[in-house]
């Protein structure tokens, strides 16, 4: 039987970039709690195909493609959704890149980019999609963080300074919206093994140092970050708002 604290049936769930990795774990974890799940991308054939693959496990989903740093699309995106499958009551903002390289010959071309579709993405969707949810007063975003905002390495600086961001955007958004009844939470994954990852699953040195420095002791897969995303999406959490929950084996507890 469901436990009804975890019950999303009747929810409608927008998971953003989740035709692989993180965010179609997450749709599949609020789907198998009951919601109605939309997933997005801009790869119209690979999100097609995970919209079936959803469907095929008999859960209620959804594709809507478009590119979520493209704000011109944000608004006719959102009312179509709102239209046709209805009110978005989970707002779930993974879709991001990581473009790597030294920061002192960083183009500043790249930066706006990984920018724009890291932290100013968040804000545009979330300002829209939170209309529905301030008349309703009733909502949950959920804003994927990073092991990133809150310790660096070298060569994912701008990475950082968006996900630095995340967290902070997640805060307030949290603040400002508390007295409409949404609930704003982060959830910050450690390493996890992802297409996002693919030069550092490769890279023999690096796999050892993330077993060594993971308390766990291995790498994390997507489906590991299924119950944080059910449990801030869901009544369990009505009174958790503007926290950062970080889903990492440990590591940022370790030395
Ligand atoms: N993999 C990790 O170890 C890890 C660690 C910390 C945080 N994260 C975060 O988790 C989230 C998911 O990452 P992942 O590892 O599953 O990555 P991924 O690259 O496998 O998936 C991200 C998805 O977002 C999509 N996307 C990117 N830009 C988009 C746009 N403009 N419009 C629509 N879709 C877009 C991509 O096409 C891709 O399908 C990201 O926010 C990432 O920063 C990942």
Redesign the pocket.
């Known amino acids: 039987m469901m436990h009804t604290l975890f019950d999303l049936t009747e929810k409608i769930a927008l998971i953003?970039?989740?035709?692989?990795?993180?965010?179609?774990a997450i749709a599949r974890g609020l789907g198998q709690m009951g919601a109605t799940v939309v997933l997005?991308?801009?790869?119209v054939e690979?999100l097609n195909r995970a919209v079936s693959t959803l469907s095929s496990e008999g859960l209620k989903v959804f594709g809507y493609p478009?590119?979520?740093?493209?704000s011109s699309q944000i608004d006719q995106k959102i009312s179509a959704i709102e239209r046709e499958v209805g009110s978005i009551d989970i707002l779930v903002n993974?879709?991001?890149?990581?473009r790597r390289g030294a920061l002192e010959s960083f183009e500043e071309s790249v930066w706006q980019e990984l920018i724009q579709?890291?932290l100013t993405?968040i804000f545009l969707m979330s300002k829209r999609v939170a209309k529905g949810m301030i008349n309703r007063k009733s909502g949950k975003i959920i804003n994927?963080?990073?092991?990133?905002s809150e310790i660096s390495r070298p060569s994912i600086s701008p990475?950082t300074a968006s996900?630095g961001g995340v967290k902070m955007l997640t805060k307030a958004m949290a603040v400002e919206w508390a007295k409409y009844n949404i609930q704003v939470n982060g959830i910050?994954?450690?390493?996890?093994?992802?297409?996002?990852?693919k030069v550092l699953l490769e890279d023999q040195k690096f796999d050892a140092m993330v077993k060594a420095r993971t308390p766990a002791g291995r790498w994390?897969l997507?489906s590991d970050l299924a119950g944080a995303a059910i449990f801030l999406a869901s009544r369990a959490s009505d009174y958790v708002t503007g926290h950062i929950l970080y889903v990492e084996g440990g590591l940022l507890s370790a030395l």
């Open positions: 953003t970039g989740s035709s692989q990795g993180i965010g179609f997005n991308g801009r790869d690979r478009f590119d979520i740093s493209d993974n879709a991001a890149i990581q579709t890291n993405s994927l963080c990073s092991l990133m990475y996900k910050g994954p450690g390493f996890i093994v992802t297409e996002m990852n994390g997507p």
